[in-house]
């Protein structure tokens, strides 16, 4: 029972252009919604997050969007830089018992083309 | 360095033998998770600590692994009889937030231990 879904393995995108992260999730109770970054043989790190209560976050070349209706996210990098190149995961948090649990999805490799 | 330290990085061992994994989190966050990352999947939820107290725990944890963290400072978690299924990557993180708010979900990854039985 996937409830953070990322459709898509990778994606190669051309130096300069947007990056575009696709995530979709099932769960009504997540009030969080996170992106993560991860290099290889390092663990995630976090990148940019938003509250389920708006509906666009940007941070620098980082912008995420949620649509709550379409139960949909996507992170937006523009522009794209071969330092970008990174597994990118989707992560949901949800208010469980005083925590905030997060659960992520399979990730998104991101290859940006110089 | 003061971020989420994990050791060791690498272990390979034989089927049916212990192996142990210690996480060091950032010293003033006092809450701790484990989560496991096989390949082409995403980190999995294991368990949860605040400060000593484990107060959550997946289902994927069996009863052939135990976490502990004792006086809330470091972690260990602890695989006996491993099996091949075992062979992942064990990631800890930490926190200090996690209420709502500003910073909910977000969390501080080690580097991770990756664990491979042959």
């Known amino acids: 029972d996937q409830q953070v879904k990322q459709n898509s393995p990778s994606l190669s995108v051309q130096e300069g252009r947007i990056s575009i992260l696709n995530c979709d999730y099932t769960?009504?109770?997540?009030?969080?919604f996170l992106w993560y970054k991860k290099y290889p043989a390092e663990g995630p790190t976090f990148l940019i997050s938003i509250s389920s209560i708006k509906d666009k976050n940007e941070d620098g070349r980082f912008t995420v969007f949620l649509n709550k209706s379409a139960k949909h996210l996507s992170l937006h990098i523009v522009p794209s830089q071969p330092g970008d190149s990174a597994v990118y995961f989707c992560a949901a948090s949800e208010n469980s018992g005083g925590y905030q649990k997060v659960t992520f999805g399979i990730g998104t490799k991101l290859q940006v083309i110089p | 360095d003061t971020g989420v330290s994990q050791n060791p990085r690498h272990k390979i061992t034989k089927r049916g033998q212990n192996v142990t994994f210690r996480c060091d989190p950032i010293?003033?966050?006092?809450?701790l998770y484990w989560y496991r990352q096989t390949l082409g999947q995403g980190p999995e939820f294991l368990t949860y600590?605040?400060?000593?107290?484990?107060?959550?725990k997946s289902r994927l944890l069996s009863d052939r692994f135990s976490a502990e963290r004792p006086k809330g400072s470091f972690s260990t978690l602890e695989i006996q009889r491993t099996e091949q299924g075992d062979s992942a990557m064990y990631l800890c993180?930490?926190?200090?937030?996690?209420?709502?708010?500003?910073?909910?979900?977000?969390?501080?990854f080690g580097e991770g231990s990756r664990l491979t039985v042959l």
């Open positions: 600590f605040q400060n000593e107290a484990q107060l959550e």
């Open positions: 769960n009504s109770m997540f009030d969080y």
């Open positions: 010293s003033e966050h006092n809450r």
């Open positions: 993180a930490s926190s200090l937030r996690s209420v709502s708010g500003k910073g909910a979900g977000e969390l501080f």
